[in-house]
């Protein structure tokens, strides 16, 4: 499975932006497509993930703000980004996991001027 994620940039605080994710190389619909996100001197850590089946989880910070949304039927992910805060800036990775394996694409940074 490969990932191909668009859609990272530059944006005052407050802005918004839209991340995608397309995977290709499986026939299978994905169980788990997610982003995670990594800041300079901080560990990757998971920001939204969604299931097959449309559940969906978000860590604290972006609640509220960030929705998480999947097309099955081309393994396709969005990150939708609205009141970005600074503390958003990162590069943002997508995740995949299908039967067992995870997947993760090259990242995107996103970076939130104050």
């Known amino acids: 499975v490969q990932l191909q994620a668009f859609g990272g940039g530059l944006v005052q605080a407050g802005g918004s932006l839209r991340l995608s994710c397309a995977a290709s190389?499986?026939?299978?619909?994905?169980?788990?497509m997610g982003w995670y996100r990594q800041a300079p001197g901080k560990q990757r850590e998971l920001v939204a993930a969604?299931?097959?089946?449309?559940?969906?989880n978000y860590v604290d910070s972006v609640k509220g703000r960030f929705t998480i949304s999947r097309a099955n039927l081309n393994n396709t992910v969005y990150l939708q980004m609205n009141s970005l805060e600074s503390e958003d800036t990162a590069i943002y990775y997508c995740?995949?996991?299908?039967?067992?394996?995870?997947?993760w694409g090259q990242g995107t940074q996103v970076t939130v001027s104050s």
């Open positions: 995740n995949a996991k299908l039967f067992g394996y995870e997947y």
């Open positions: 190389g499986s026939i299978f619909t994905i169980d788990t």
């Open positions: 969604i299931t097959a089946i449309g559940s969906t």
